[in-house]
């Protein structure tokens, strides 16, 4: 079983940059492709960013491509999402997740999210 802790989340203004982390427990951290998803209130949530277990590969959304980047640190235990030039509708519950293989389309575990709050 996974743990995922996110944190890193708060308010910034329009322009800004925020830098969100997701610390990993008890499962072999290296071995989980990983993703950050996003929701707004009355949105679904939806795909944000993800890596690759070796932090060789990694997909953007349409949205977010060219502002945030996506990385880990598999020492650490730890991925991070690099937010910048930060826009009113970027604001949302950030979550990260983990899944078995890449393969998988569906994510196995989910930390429990962070505010993101972008003022215009």
């Known amino acids: 079983q996974v743990q995922l802790v996110e944190s890193g989340g708060g308010l910034v203004q329009a322009g800004g940059s925020l830098r969100l982390s997701c610390a990993a427990s008890?499962?072999?951290?290296?071995?989980?492709?990983m993703g950050w998803f996003r929701q707004a209130p009355g949105k679904e949530r939806e795909f944000v960013a993800a890596i690759s277990r070796g932090g060789g590969v990694t997909y953007y959304s349409v949205s977010v491509k060219g502002r945030f980047t996506i990385s880990r640190d598999n020492a650490k235990n730890t991925v991070y999402l690099q937010m910048n030039s930060l826009k009113p509708e970027d604001a949302a519950v950030y979550y990260c997740a983990a899944k078995g293989s890449d393969s998988q389309r569906e994510y196995d575990y989910w930390g429990q999210g962070t505010q993101v709050t972008v003022s215009s």
């Open positions: 008890g499962g072999t951290f290296s071995t989980y492709p």
